[in-house]
């Protein structure tokens, strides 16, 4: 399975900071699905259910308040002012 760096982090910290198989939220322009080798880009992230596909094929969901997303070189980072953890 293909994957890609990923790093979420918020003000008070990083939330997850690792490789990542898929990820999965709704951007300023509808649902946006993430995977490795993603054209570049940057967009802002609405609120909503954040969902992480890890390299085992198991998945971890989180909510998010909005943010900034960015996608480089299979790096893929998410800027939010939260980000909470459903589990």
């Avoid at 054209?39 to 954040?50: D, H, K, L």
């Avoid at 070189?73 to 800027?79: A, C, G």
Wanted: proline share 3%; aromatic share 6%.
């Amino acid at each position: 399975m293909n994957t890609f760096t990923l790093t979420i982090a918020t003000p008070d910290g990083n939330r997850f900071a690792g490789e990542a198989a898929g990820l999965y939220l709704r951007a300023a322009e509808g649902d946006l699905a993430i995977l490795a080798g993603h054209t570049p880009f940057i967009t802002s992230v609405q609120a909503g259910v954040c969902r992480i596909e890890l390299p085992d094929e198991s998945e971890r969901t989180a909510r998010v308040d909005g943010g900034l997303l960015t996608v480089a070189e299979n790096k893929v980072t998410l800027l939010s002012g939260t980000f909470r953890w459903e589990e």
